[in-house]
């Protein structure tokens, strides 16, 4: 890349699955002073085309299977210099057609280089290390920018014993892509500590994963819930021997009954974590603390299964009507945080003012926090269901929903009526042959929660969809159902 032009601050980005040639980019770009800007595969062309040029990236490492994202926007990418494309050698009848940019294959730019010594020892550690976009509700998406400074003590923190405590004798499988988030840090704690790493590389099945951490000896594994609630169906299918301590759960939350099954059923600790892009992404771990050892095993899975106490090195805040909410565990505010490795703006773009303040990063995630410390999410601002002006948690309600055996996903959403504004709707997967009603859902519900609580519908799908990462994607059911307390036919 230094053969190529690369200089200090220029952003250079990557197209690619979880591979061994990403990793290496991971390193060599930002040890050039560049900033490693990580696109992520599952966006539109649109939004590819926006954020490529919004970073102004000079050069695209990407893989040889995904050329085929970049053939709808070739001709609107003028800062883009060249092409690099991550493979053994170049194959033209591939390779697109863009006259403006150049191309060489990975391996043969590697072949024809030279090891490098002099890379960029005087880099300032508040320079740009890397950047990553984040979707936004409406519009485009909206650019994070990590320092040296920043991901060096994030990686030092996943390191810490009452957080992932990421070591030398570990091998780490970050199932969580790298193309979001820096597959949450590990590629970065995992070498600088020694540890062994394992890169699931394209679209995993969950027998893949299974696979993979039997042969590998996998030690700690991390990925969103859906990873894990997929890799449960497996392992009780047919019991397999793992070498896991722990897997590492975030990017939505942890269904106790999830927490529950790996630890009883597969004697795997799984620890739940909470944080966001702005955030690199460590910003709460769900650990229980010592002084706590002595409740019932059902209180303290209700401790380990909220999103956990602060990591050490960042500041937080609850936030509600411009004051500060007492930290009684039940009173509600928006959480905010700030801190060396969490985002004070955004790149280039007006909504930092949103997003915002003196420093501090408004998350838009609506928490409570107990006297002992422990966040409890309680929604994202945008997924709180507002029924006659009250809140109602969706989240609440999909975690008792997931605890019933026969339920494999479950969402909840709010959507229009015509009295009480919002109502909630639960959608429901059932576990491969089993049969669940409505009234099961709703006599569950009921033992928990007020009637008013309690979902004016429960509709079974045959899956829950999902955003890029693996998250449910509430949005698609709030639009598909928007009209559905509404419609007078019903
Ligand atoms: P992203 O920036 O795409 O990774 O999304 C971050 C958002 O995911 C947060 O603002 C939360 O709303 C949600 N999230 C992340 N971790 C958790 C968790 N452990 N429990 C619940 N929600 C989570």
């Known amino acids: 890349m230094k053969t190529l032009g690369v200089k200090r601050g220029d952003r250079v980005a990557t197209l690619a699955w979880n591979n061994y040639r990403h990793l290496e980019a991971y390193f060599a770009i930002p040890l050039l002073g560049a900033v490693l800007h990580t696109v992520n595969l599952r966006l539109s062309s649109e939004h590819l085309r926006y954020i490529i040029n919004h970073a102004e990236d000079r050069i695209l490492l990407v893989d040889e299977e995904l050329l085929p994202l970049l053939d709808p926007i070739w001709d609107n990418l003028p800062t883009v210099q060249h092409l690099i494309i991550l493979g053994e050698h170049l194959n033209l009848a591939k390779s697109p057609k863009n006259p403006m940019t150049s191309v060489s294959a990975y391996e043969d730019l590697l072949a024809q280089a030279s090891p490098m010594v002099d890379y960029d020892p005087d880099l300032p550690e508040d320079s740009l290390l890397g950047m990553c976009y984040t979707s936004a509700t409406t519009g485009n998406p909206k650019g994070v920018v990590y320092s040296h400074r920043g991901i060096a003590l994030h990686s030092l923190a996943m390191g810490l014993a009452n957080t992932s405590a990421i070591a030398e004798n570990d091998t780490v499988m970050p199932v969580v892509p790298m193309f979001h988030v820096n597959a949450w840090g590990i590629p970065f704690s995992a070498i600088w500590f020694g540890a062994n790493i394992v890169l699931p590389g394209p679209a995993p099945t969950p027998e893949d994963l299974v696979r993979l951490m039997s042969e590998e000896q996998v030690s700690v594994a991390a990925g969103v819930p859906t990873v894990w609630l997929g890799v449960a169906k497996v392992l009780e299918k047919a019991a397999t021997p793992l070498s896991l301590r722990m897997v590492l759960c975030g990017g939505s939350a942890a269904p106790p009954a999830l927490i529950r099954t790996f630890e009883k059923t597969f004697k795997v600790p799984l620890a739940h974590a909470y944080g966001m892009t702005e955030t690199s992404p460590l910003a709460t771990f769900s650990r229980l603390k010592s002084t706590l050892s002595g409740l019932t095993e059902d209180d303290q899975l209700a401790i380990r299964s909220t999103q956990g106490i602060l990591v050490p090195g ?123 009603r409505k009234e099961d859902i709703i006599a569950l519900l009921s033992a928990d929660f007020p009637k008013w609580w309690l979902p004016d519908d429960v509709i079974f799908l045959q899956e829950i969809p999902k955003t890029s990462v693996g998250k449910f994607m509430k949005r698609a059911l709030r639009v598909q159902y928007q009209e559905y307390l509404t419609d007078p036919q019903r």
Do not use: C
């Open 314 to 436: 960042l500041s937080m805040r609850l936030r509600r009507d411009n004051e500060d909410v007492p930290w009684d565990g039940k009173s509600m505010g928006e959480l905010w945080f700030k801190g060396p490795w969490v985002a004070d703006e955004y790149y280039h773009d007006p909504r930092t003012e949103d997003s915002f303040e003196d420093g501090w990063l408004k998350t838009g995630d609506v928490a409570t926090i107990s006297p002992e410390g422990y966040v409890r999410l309680v929604d994202r601002t945008k997924d709180l269901v507002k029924s006659g002006g009250e809140w109602i948690s969706s989240v609440d309600l999909e975690n008792t929903i997931m605890a019933h055996p026969d339920v494999f996903e479950a969402a909840v959403v709010g959507v229009p009526h015509p009295k009480w504004d919002e109502r909630p709707l639960a959608f429901v997967v059932p576990k491969e042959n089993r049969q669940i």
